[in-house]
């Protein structure tokens, strides 16, 4: 006998769709798919690359996580959105009806039809990209010769994965190092001074920038630019780009020319009034940068407009409220950027630790974070020992100290 239960199918698992599953009431059936079967913590993956973190400090499995919120989850990618007939289907064939569907599946990385990069570049966007560069690093440095590196996309990720290669050089790793981009400027989309900041940071080290700088061609061992400069790549790391998955892109949910899918303010889909859409996939009526923080907030009104939808109440509006923005530079320093606002200091990283850990807790068990703390325990005692007691010594210190400061 069919479920009388109100229906809902959240397609993706990360931060928007964990915190709407979070949200909903467990005498609706909810389910939630994603292709991968643990959480990702992606905002801090790039300390994967010197190993101040390791994978497993940066999942949590979704199943357990669904579990806890009184939800179940599938383990499938999802093939086929049918908002005619509310249905989702799976690659494995199974059919998922719905009353009501929250899409909160991100983004998936482009490389921009250039020529080789598919092939001879390492994404950087999951948990498992950033351990098959890590490994890939490890082979470069036990290498006789200085192993070059081009980091291509000079935005927060490009500029966090060099702060962390960087950090190497505390146990002697050393490498060449290019990052090459397409603006004018690395950070383009954040205040100037932090820009300038960190080009001051770079100076000291074998850092060779490459701005207003296209990729044409990417092969094995080098990287071609727009002018026909080839840098020498043992290893390439692609942090650049960013689009819709492509199975969202035929479900009729948005125009051929749009690149994300239209919401209202109220995350509402502009084609279907059973469809929210949340994170980096919604297209908002005022953009907001495609980040944790508001992925989150935008899975907390999404999940509350689900319930309100399918009990025929007035839905909330989402609002993204201003937050401070913390970006690392491995053991050099980290910004917190809150508006046109730069803080420097190296003593901010245990603030930037300290949004993981309590995030990471809420997520495993939104209702009784202590109650699952073994985990947080694990994960605090590795971060401590490999990212904070570093940064205690009486010279670290001293630095900390002396090198805090506001940014103009």
């Keep these: ?33 994603d292709a991968r079967a643990d959480f990702e913590w992606t905002p801090n993956i790039h300390e994967i690359l010197s190993g101040v973190k390791d994978r497993d400090g940066v999942v949590l499995p979704r199943a ?16 086929e959105i049918d908002h005619d007939n509310n249905s989702v289907t799976t690659e494995s064939g199974l059919a998922l009806p719905y009353d009501a569907c929250l899409i909160a599946a991100g983004s998936q ?5 250039i020529e080789g990069a598919d092939e001879h570049a390492l994404g950087f966007r999951l948990v498992d990209d950033a351990v098959r560069i890590a490994s890939r690093i490890d082979k470069l440095a036990a290498r006789k010769r200085r192993a070059s590196i081009v980091i291509v996309g000079g935005g927060v990720s490009g500029v966090e994965a060099l702060g ?7 146990q002697g790793d050393e490498f060449n190092i ?9 950070l383009d989309q954040l205040p100037q001074g932090l820009a300038s900041d960190a080009l001051q940071r770079f100076a000291p080290y074998p850092v060779t920038l490459h701005t207003d700088s296209s990729v044409t061609h990417v092969d094995a061992r080098s990287v071609t630019l727009g002018g026909g400069r080839k840098l020498t790549a043992d290893l390439c790391i692609w942090s650049a780009g960013m689009t819709l998955p492509d199975f969202l892109r035929d ?13 209202d303010d109220t995350l509402q889909s502009r084609y279907a009034d059973n469809i929210f859409v949340a994170g980096d996939c919604a297209a908002l009526p005022v953009p907001v940068r495609k980040q944790a923080y508001y992925a989150m907030d935008m899975g907390e009104v999404a999940g509350d407009n689900i319930s309100r939808w399918l009990r025929d109440r007035r839905l909330r509006r989402f609002r993204a409220a201003p937050m401070p923005m913390l ?6 320093t980290t910004w917190l950027v809150a508006g046109e606002s730069v803080v420097a200091s190296p003593v901010l990283a245990a603030a930037k630790e300290g949004v993981y850990e309590v995030t990471m807790a809420r997520l495993e068990s939104p209702k009784e974070p202590l109650r699952y703390s073994a985990d947080v325990v694990g994960r ?10 570093p940064q205690l010594t009486p010279s670290k210190l001293f630095l900390g100290l002396v090198g805090s400061r506001i940014i103009p």
Excluded: K
Excluded at 64 to 79: I, M
Excluded at 178 to 186: A, C, D, G, K, Q
């Design 109 to 113: 990385r482009t490389t921009f039809g």
């Design 380 to 389: 605090a005692a590795m971060a401590t020992r490999q990212l904070l007691l």
């Design 178 to 186: 290019h990052v090459v981009e397409l603006e004018s400027r690395i």
């Design 251 to 263: 479900t009729g949910l948005n125009e051929t020319d749009d690149e994300w899918l239209p919401v």
């Design 64 to 79: 357990e996580c669904v579990s806890r919120y009184g939800h179940s989850f599938v383990h499938d990618a999802v093939t």
């Design 164 to 170: 962390e290669i960087l950090r190497r050089r505390a």
């Design 1 to 33: 006998m069919p479920s009388s239960r109100p229906r809902v199918v959240i397609i993706g698992g990360n931060f928007a769709g964990l915190v709407a599953a979070s949200r909903l009431p467990c005498d609706y059936d909810v389910t939630v798919v």
């Design 327 to 332: 970006i690392s530079f491995g053991d050099i």
